[in-house]
């Protein structure tokens, strides 16, 4: 094992092996020879961290919370889901692998009523959550488990969840 001296505790070891089991899990650190086999010199390796995109991110927080929150019956899970353009929720009974209910960005009422081009708002989110707290209201679900799809409890998202605890779903 060799030091890289200018980068603290970073260290470059022959054994990949060894390397990726000394409990570094954070990122995943793969070892590369820095130049071909034929003409590489005995010990000579090139440490490359393997970086992640934030939708990588994103799905591996969500994992994470799907692991914690499942959807009965009685309390079926509320899944949000955004993109750019769009914002998704589905209200579903995990257990019977249903989706009991849902409202888009999609859906005539509320791509009628607002007009944004660079994707929903604030406002259009609050909208997307009444809708989805009427339709569960309407099939009789009141309480749901919430689940943020990996992303911050912050602006679109706490939006929806807002308007829709103030149209009658418990959370």
């Known amino acids: 094992m060799t030091s890289v001296s200018g980068f603290g505790s970073v260290s470059l070891l022959n054994n990949r092996n060894a390397f990726l089991g000394s409990g570094l899990q954070h990122r995943a650190v793969f070892l590369k ?28 927080r969500h994992s994470r919370i799907r692991k914690k929150v499942n959807g009965t019956t009685e309390r079926p899970r509320m899944c949000v889901f955004r993109s750019n353009k769009h914002l ?3 209200v579903i009974d995990d257990t019977k ?6 409202a888009s960005t999609k859906q005539k009422p509320i791509s009628e009523e607002f007009d944004y081009t660079s994707g929903p708002t604030i406002e259009v989110a609050k909208k997307v ?28 998202i706490e939006a929806l969840a807002a308007a829709a605890r103030e149209h009658g779903l418990q959370f």
């Open 88 to 90: 998704y929720v589905q």
């Open 129 to 156: 959550g009444e809708v989805i707290a009427k339709s569960c209201l309407e099939k009789g679900i009141t309480k749901v488990a919430f689940d943020r799809g990996g992303y911050p409890y912050h602006g679109r």
């Open 33 to 60: 020879p820095w130049l071909p086999p034929s003409l590489l010199k005995s010990g000579s390796m090139v440490v490359e961290a393997k970086t992640k995109t934030s939708s990588e991110d994103r799905i591996a």
């Open 97 to 102: 692998m249903h989706t009991l209910a849902s």
